[in-house]
């Protein structure tokens, strides 16, 4: 038995199924999962000293690699100070006042400590600024874990076994309406059937917790429009494609401009953080300048915010990185769509930028009901296989592949022979 299997054993007596996260689990490959102990460039390594080319890559802050070197030493000079003061801090205002410098549609930001709450306090602005309650979501969408968003779920909710999940009221999500991703159609009933009762439309502007599901062209903007007719809000929630598809994130990449956007991890580099953002009007209905409470001891925390101001002027002052990205996720998805031609393979491919999941159906993929259609055992055989040779995929067909820009030539190269070689075991 190797370190990770007695760890687990270990793990699942103190924590519920041994994780802290439940797509951790590795519960739908049918694996126990491997414990991580150390990351560098695009390498991971496990306790037992495997090392793996990393596709998870944090879920997508990593946009580095692991461990950037002047990330790691603004962060050590940070804890010098002190960890946490749970004051105001200078830091803070530099990390927002870079943010709302660089993203034209974000005039004000509010640091929270994850996606969840992020998302969680853009609905409770939305709600406070339009005096409606109704909020729009798209199933498969995946907005964190608070109770009004766990409707029609993607990511761990997907292979957990139960629709949504236990213990959320009727009431928590009475007023959450359930769109078809990638239909418009779906959500201009929506809107006709509520009737000046929709706060806010929230949406993944790339689906990417139920496997990365781009939306089809006019999609976005359709939703722009439904909104501004609709006196709705727009909310982007782009805490996988934000500062990743472009550093305007998808607003930027698309050109639709959303009225607040939620960020999650990639803005603290790897740390702890969230963030919500937007308009000004709107961000000061946000407390203590409006009526909107929302509070955080740990928010805008200086270790944190070291991280991810460092990360943030990186990505900014090297601009043709996303270039290169895309250049070595093109070679990746590109080569890997060639595979799946070569050997007739019966899978799709989808993917925007360095993000991509291959999907085990032959329907194409473009919303919820056509993810699920996916075979969930033939993926977890692929992954066991990749996993076997080296490369550490996210554990569930429902999840998304993250490039970084140390994934260079050799590295995809690496990955796509392994590629080819599971075709070839079909
Ligand atoms: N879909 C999640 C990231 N957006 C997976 C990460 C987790 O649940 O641990």
């Given at each position: 038995m190797?370190?990770?299997?007695?760890?687990f054993?270990?793990?699942v007596?103190?924590?519920?199924?041994?994780?802290?996260?439940?797509?951790?689990?590795?519960?739908n490959?049918?694996m126990?999962?491997?414990?991580?102990?150390?990351?560098?460039?695009?390498?991971?390594v496990?306790v037992d000293g495997?090392?793996?080319?990393?596709?998870?890559c944090?879920?997508?802050p990593?946009?580095f690699?692991?461990?950037?070197q002047?990330v790691?030493s603004?962060?050590?000079a940070?804890?010098?100070?002190g960890?946490?003061?749970?004051?105001?801090?200078?830091?803070e205002?530099?990390?927002?006042?870079?943010?709302?410098?660089?993203?034209?549609?974000v005039?004000?930001?509010r640091?929270?400590?994850?996606g969840t709450?992020?998302v969680?306090?853009?609905?409770?602005?939305?709600r406070g600024?339009?005096?409606?309650?109704?909020i729009?979501?798209?199933?498969?969408c995946?907005?964190g874990h608070?109770?009004?968003m766990?409707?029609?779920?993607?990511s761990?909710?997907?292979?957990?076994?139960?629709?949504?999940?236990?213990?959320?009221?009727?009431?928590?999500?009475?007023?959450?309406?359930?769109?078809t991703?990638?239909?418009l159609?779906s959500?201009?009933?929506l809107?006709?059937a509520n009737?000046?009762?929709i706060a806010?439309?929230?949406?993944?502007?790339?689906?990417?917790?139920?496997g990365?599901?781009?939306?089809?062209?006019?999609f976005?903007?359709?939703l722009r429009k439904?909104?501004?007719?609709?006196?709705?809000l727009?909310?982007f929630?782009?805490?996988i494609t934000?500062?990743?598809?472009?550093f305007?994130g998808?607003?930027?990449?698309?050109?639709?401009?959303?009225?607040?956007?939620?960020y999650?991890?990639?803005?603290?580099g790897?740390m702890?953080v969230?963030?919500?953002g937007?308009?000004r009007?709107?961000?000061?209905?946000?407390?203590?300048?409006?009526?909107?409470?929302q509070?955080g001891?740990?928010?805008?925390?200086?270790?944190a915010?070291?991280?991810?101001?460092?990360?943030?002027?990186?990505?900014h002052?090297?601009?043709d990185?996303?270039?290169?990205?895309?250049?070595l996720s093109q070679?990746?998805?590109?080569?890997?769509?060639?595979?799946i031609?070569?050997?007739h393979?019966p899978?799709q491919?989808?993917?925007v930028?360095?993000?991509?999941?291959?999907?085990?159906?032959?329907q194409e993929v473009?919303?919820y009901?056509?993810?699920k259609?996916?075979?969930t055992?033939?993926?977890?055989?692929y992954f066991?296989?990749?996993l076997?040779?080296?490369?550490?995929?996210?554990?569930s067909?429902?999840?998304?592949?993250?490039?970084?820009?140390?994934?260079e030539?050799?590295?995809?190269?690496?990955?796509l022979?392994?590629v080819?070689?599971?075709f070839k075991?079909?």
């Amino acid at each position: 038995m190797g370190r990770s299997e007695e760890l687990f054993k270990e793990a699942v007596r103190y924590i519920p199924g041994g994780v802290n996260s439940p797509v951790r689990a590795y519960g739908n490959v049918g694996m126990t999962p491997r414990f991580m102990q150390e990351a560098t460039g695009p390498y991971i390594v496990d306790v037992d000293g495997n090392r793996y080319i990393d596709y998870i890559c944090s879920w997508g802050p990593m946009i580095f690699g692991h461990a950037n070197q002047e990330v790691l030493s603004k962060v050590v000079a940070a804890c010098q100070h002190g960890l946490s003061f749970g004051t105001a801090t200078e830091i803070e205002v530099d990390v927002a006042k870079f943010i709302c410098d660089h993203i034209p549609h974000v005039e004000m930001v509010r640091m929270v400590n994850s996606g969840t709450e992020a998302v969680m306090s853009a609905l409770r602005v939305a709600r406070g600024f339009t005096g409606r309650e109704k909020i729009v979501k798209f199933a498969g969408c995946y907005h964190g874990h608070s109770d009004a968003m766990l409707v029609s779920v993607g990511s761990g909710v997907m292979t957990a076994g139960v629709p949504d999940s236990l213990g959320v009221t009727k009431g928590a999500t009475k007023d959450t309406l359930t769109a078809t991703y990638n239909d418009l159609e779906s959500a201009a009933d929506l809107f006709s059937a509520n009737e000046g009762e929709i706060a806010a439309v929230i949406v993944e502007p790339v689906g990417a917790n139920m496997g990365v599901v781009p939306p089809k062209p006019g999609f976005l903007e359709g939703l722009r429009k439904l909104c501004d007719e609709g006196n709705a809000l727009l909310i982007f929630d782009e805490v996988i494609t934000g500062f990743r598809l472009a550093f305007g994130g998808a607003a930027e990449y698309y050109g639709v401009t959303p009225d607040l956007v939620t960020y999650g991890k990639i803005i603290g580099g790897g740390m702890p953080v969230g963030a919500y953002g937007g308009r000004r009007e709107i961000m000061e209905m946000v407390s203590p300048v409006g009526g909107v409470y929302q509070a955080g001891t740990l928010s805008g925390n200086p270790i944190a915010m070291a991280a991810g101001i460092t990360q943030l002027q990186i990505l900014h002052r090297s601009k043709d990185m996303y270039t290169r990205l895309n250049v070595l996720s093109q070679q990746l998805y590109g080569e890997m769509e060639q595979l799946i031609e070569q050997y007739h393979m019966p899978y799709q491919l989808n993917h925007v930028g360095s993000l991509g999941s291959l999907f085990f159906t032959e329907q194409e993929v473009i919303d919820y009901g056509s993810a699920k259609a996916s075979d969930t055992v033939a993926f977890a055989e692929y992954f066991r296989f990749m996993l076997e040779h080296g490369i550490h995929l996210a554990p569930s067909q429902f999840e998304a592949m993250f490039l970084s820009c140390m994934h260079e030539e050799d590295v995809i190269a690496e990955t796509l022979n392994v590629v080819e070689a599971f075709f070839k075991s079909k």
